[in-house]
Structure formats: C-alpha cells, structure tokens
C-alpha cells in the first residue's frame, strides 16, 4: 500500500496557483525527490501535506487517512514530520532540550525524551554539542539539530526541506549520508533540495514541479533525459 497519496492537490493564494492539480503517489521506504525551479510550489505542497495549510482542492492520505484539515500536531502524532527551510532552534534552549521537545510528540516521560532525545544526536552526530546553547550554533550543525528533533517525533514519513542549503560540500556529503541512513532505518522520506547531483544520488524517484503543476515524474535517469523538465530549468532555447 502507497504510504502517501496527493490526489489532484491544487492550492490557491487569491489568484494564484501555488499548486495545480498535482497527484503522485509514495510507497513506504522510497526516497521522492521534489524538485522544480524557484517559486514552483515545493515548499507549498510540504504545507498542504502536513497540515500546515489546508489544500484548497483534492486530498493528501496518509497510511490509508485523509489528512485534509487536521492540525499538524495530529499530524505529527500520526506519524508524519517535516523541516523547515529557515532552521530556527530554541535558541536559548540547549541542544539536547531541543530534540527533546520533539520527543515529547511521542512520550510524557522527560526520562523517556531524553533517551530518544540523545538516541537522535547520535544518529546525527551531534551528540558532543548536547549541552550547547542552540542559538550559537553553526549553519551546518543546527540543519543536523533539525533532523535529530524531527526524528525524536519518531516519523514514517520525513519531509526535508533544503536541509542542505547554505551547507558547504563537506556538510552537504554529511547529510546525504545521514538522508542514506535514515533510508536503511526502514523511514520514507520527501526532499525537496536544488543540488541537482545530491538530489539525483539519493532519490529512489523525482516529481517535478513548474508553476505549480506536476511537470514530470520518474526514476533520476527518466528526469534528466526529460527534455520538458530541462527546458524549465534552462529555458526552451537551450
Ligand atoms: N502564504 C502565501 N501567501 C501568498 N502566496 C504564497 C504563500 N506561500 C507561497 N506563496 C506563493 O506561492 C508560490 C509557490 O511558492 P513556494 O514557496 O511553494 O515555492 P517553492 O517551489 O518552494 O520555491 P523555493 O524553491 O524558492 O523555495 C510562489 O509564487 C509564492 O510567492
């Protein structure tokens, strides 16, 4: 059974279409890459899938459910959790609190958080900043910061959000590792991400999106070789 379902999702803001339309399915396990240029409405699908905002037509299930209108902290005890594209940590809080905020979707227990909480730092390897204030720390450490608290929330469905951007090569290889990692822990994942290559290396398929319609769909291969999807991209008169 597909994991996820967007049927025919179209969301309006007044006049314009940020989504139009878009149908795909995931099944569990895969890693879907989404994909388009700027303003192509990626970030927009993310706020209709979780909850965030409610699609103006169509529906997104979930294992089976109907998502449309529940609030994202339902969502997230359903087990779906996204990132954002601007990280922003509770800054005066420390690192290990952070992730155990997230823990907290899932147990009463401070205990029980904070073992899930430093599970997670771990699985990141930001376990040495534990007792780091969140707000000092760098770029690349806080987008881990932001993986290890939504993975507290204990998700079957991951939505990342740009974790990569602003991140220098070295970073970037971390996370792909990390996205790789996830993978093996039996945990479907969406990312949305415009490094091309990383985004070709880890995703099982891509959706495209332009202006925000479905553009394209298929494996890595089927996108590059997608003479619509480079002319989006680069523009028809290359
Ligand atoms: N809350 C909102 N109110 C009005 N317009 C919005 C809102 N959110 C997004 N939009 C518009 O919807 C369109 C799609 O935006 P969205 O952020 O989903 O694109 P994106 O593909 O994620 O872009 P980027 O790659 O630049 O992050 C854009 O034209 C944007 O200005």
Not at 4 to 22: M, P, Q, R
Not at 139 to 161: N, Q, S, W
Request: with cysteine; hydrophobic share 45%; charged share 25%.
């Amino acid at each position: 059974m597909a994991i996820l379902e967007i049927k025919h999702v179209s969301k309006f803001f007044g006049g314009l279409a940020a989504n139009s339309d878009v149908s795909f399915t995931m099944a569990e396990g895969m890693i879907m890459g989404l994909i388009g240029p700027n303003g192509a409405g990626k970030t927009t699908l993310f706020n209709c899938i979780t909850g965030y905002y409610p699609p103006s037509r169509g529906e997104v299930l979930f294992k089976g459910r109907k998502m449309n209108g529940l609030q994202p902290d339902k969502v997230c005890k359903l087990g779906m959790a996204r990132t954002w594209q601007k990280v922003r940590p509770l800054a005066k809080m420390t690192v290990l609190d952070n992730v155990m905020v997230g823990a907290l979707c899932r147990t009463n227990s401070l205990k029980a958080a904070r073992e899930i909480a430093q599970e997670q730092l771990q699985v990141v390897r930001l376990k040495q900043k534990a007792g780091f204030l969140a707000g000092g720390l760098p770029i690349g450490e806080r987008k881990k910061l932001e993986v290890a608290r939504v993975l507290a929330t204990k998700p079957e469905l991951l939505l990342l959000d740009e974790v990569m951007g602003g991140l220098n090569p070295a970073e970037s290889e971390e996370i792909i590792q990390l996205i790789l990692d996830i993978k093996r822990q039996g945990i479907t994942q969406m990312v949305i991400e415009h490094d091309m290559k990383a985004i070709m290396r880890i995703s099982d398929r891509i959706v495209v999106l332009n202006s925000g319609e479905k553009l394209a769909e298929g494996s890595p291969e089927e996108i590059v070789n997608n003479q619509a999807v480079v002319d989006a991209y680069l523009g028809s008169e290359h």
